[in-house]
């Protein structure tokens, strides 16, 4: 079977495992593999597919074991190239329906990636229709100021809506911090995911621990303003304990159909 990354499950979740810890020997990983991934799994099959990524410079292999090449990790996580490829690609004329996991050491990583998605989508696509599905109103300033302001002269070739599962004190005052660059805010939607993001015809599940979901939930739960810490969101979105995973994909159908949440 193959997954989204072009290579077989079982490879795919040798990398899966050497991106959360490293370096692992060959009996270390068919250990996890078999523990944590595939009852069925053979030491043979582990063996031949990590010679395999090797040979393919997707692993490389010290004294100590295997580790991801780090180039190979450089251009997966090259966000510029691999998107203006895609965009500007000859098949891009027939619906593209692609997926693709990425995984964020923090979610600072997430947010600087997806910064630079909006610039990309709308240089190449001259306008950006956005929707946020939240389970809180974001806070705005996990952004550096440059990163503001870029985003504020991105808003007169971009529509963006919010939507907000849960309905605060605090995610009322961050709403109007938003208005006032321009973007939509609807509270209390009836929405399934907790965030997912829609950009054009892609879309973005984002996944990240039950931990930091209890830690937002707790921030935004204090009924005074200056009762909200600022600087532990900052803290916490820094915290490789909070890692973010986001699968990608590009549907047209679905994208639309996931607009009429909220309408």
Not at 235 to 260: F, G, Q, V
């Amino acid at each position: 079977m193959k997954s989204f990354l072009g290579v077989s499950s079982t490879k795919s979740n040798i990398i899966e495992l050497l991106s959360q810890k490293w370096p692992l020997t060959a009996k270390k990983i068919y250990g996890e593999l078999s523990k944590n991934y595939s009852s069925g799994i053979t030491y043979q099959a582990t063996h031949k597919a990590l010679k395999e990524l090797t040979e393919s410079k997707i692993l490389e292999k010290t004294k100590e074991g295997y580790l991801l090449n780090k180039d190979w990790v450089s251009q997966l996580g090259n966000f510029s190239e691999k998107l203006s490829a895609e965009l500007e690609s000859t098949s891009q004329k027939r619906e593209v329906k692609t997926f693709q996991k990425i995984i964020f050491n923090n979610h600072r990583e997430f947010i600087k990636f997806h910064r630079d998605f909006m610039e990309e989508i709308i240089k190449k696509e001259k306008k950006l229709d956005m929707v946020f599905h939240y389970r809180h109103v974001p806070f705005p300033h996990v952004m550096s100021n440059e990163e503001i302001k870029r985003t504020k002269n991105l808003m007169p070739k971009l529509k963006w809506t919010i939507l907000s599962k849960k309905d605060t004190v605090v995610g009322r005052w961050l709403a109007k911090q938003w208005e006032n660059m321009g973007v939509k805010i609807k509270f209390g939607v009836d929405i399934s995911s907790d965030r997912l993001m829609i950009l054009n015809d892609y879309i973005f599940n984002v996944y990240t621990s039950k931990e930091a979901i209890e830690f937002w939930d707790k921030n935004y739960s204090v009924k005074r303003i200056e009762d909200f810490d600022t600087s532990m969101v900052t803290e916490a979105i820094l915290n490789p304990k909070y890692k973010t995973i986001m699968i990608i994909m590009k549907d047209k159908e679905l994208a639309s159909l996931l607009r009429t949440f909220g309408s």
